[in-house]
């Protein structure tokens, strides 16, 4: 089955560190672009980062560059998510999607920052 | 940043209306834009890609169209399974930003 599981989200407090992961399955992996996108309670989407096929390549948006980190295993078929220094507007789902154009989608990780 | 919005923000329909959104992006984009569904407490389910290529499996009741600056996507005959919000997404340049979403109430 072509699928996307996340996993690694739960509660932490202010200024702490999460690592997100993305299992694979089902299709040539290392042959797609996969990226982070989130979803705070109650509002839209928001891309976060994405990585190429090789992991040479890594873009952010501005608000979590230089705090969070991207990466890929290909012999594991996963794709990581490393959050550190996490603010109470990073609160969301968190959910991992494959391509440019967001083909696949994971079921969604919950991440709360809160005290 | 490559700015999206979509019109209207909500929209009330009946069965078998036939229900077009409207996403305009802030620069020419081409034809790098995806549309999605999203339902309550669910993921977002991919509909549309490249404008107007429609992801697998997915009914032909959705169509897209567009190029540049102005998009749409149509559902043809509105069904109760399709009580959702669409977003639409550019992924011409970074960073990739998505549509604050319209809201289809049946």
């Known amino acids: 089955e072509v699928q996307l599981v996340e996993s690694g989200g739960g509660l932490v407090q202010p200024g702490g560190s999460l690592r997100l992961s993305c299992a694979a399955s089902?299709?040539?992996?290392?042959?797609?672009?996969m990226s982070w996108v989130r979803q705070a309670p109650g509002k839209g989407l928001e891309w976060v980062a994405n990585?190429?096929?090789?992991?040479?390549?890594?873009n952010y948006v501005d608000s979590v560059r230089g705090r969070f980190t991207i990466s890929r295993d290909n012999a594991e078929n996963s794709v990581y998510l490393q959050m550190d220094s996490l603010r109470a507007e990073d609160t969301a789902v968190y959910y991992c999607?494959?391509?440019?154009?967001?083909?696949?989608w994971g079921q969604g990780t919950l991440v709360t920052v809160s005290s | 940043d490559i700015q999206m919005t979509q019109s209207p923000s909500s929209l009330s329909a009946s069965v078998g209306d036939r229900v077009t959104i409207t996403c305009r992006a802030s620069?020419?984009?081409?034809?790098?834009l995806a549309w999605f569904q999203q339902k309550p407490g669910k993921a977002p389910k991919p509909l549309i890609y490249?404008?107007?290529s429609l992801q697998s499996g997915v009914p032909s009741k959705f169509s897209g169209s567009g190029s540049g600056t102005e998009f749409t996507l149509t559902i043809s005959s509105l069904q109760p399974e399709d009580f959702a919000t669409y977003y639409c997404?550019?992924?011409?340049?970074?960073?990739?930003?998505f549509g604050p979403g319209t809201t289809v109430d049946i």
């Open positions: 999607a494959r391509g440019g154009s967001h083909s696949l």
């Open positions: 089902g299709f040539t992996f290392s042959s797609y672009w």
């Open positions: 990585i190429n096929e090789d992991g040479g390549r890594k």
């Open positions: 620069q020419g984009i081409s034809n790098y």
């Open positions: 490249g404008a107007s």
């Open positions: 997404q550019h992924y011409n340049s970074y960073p990739l930003t």
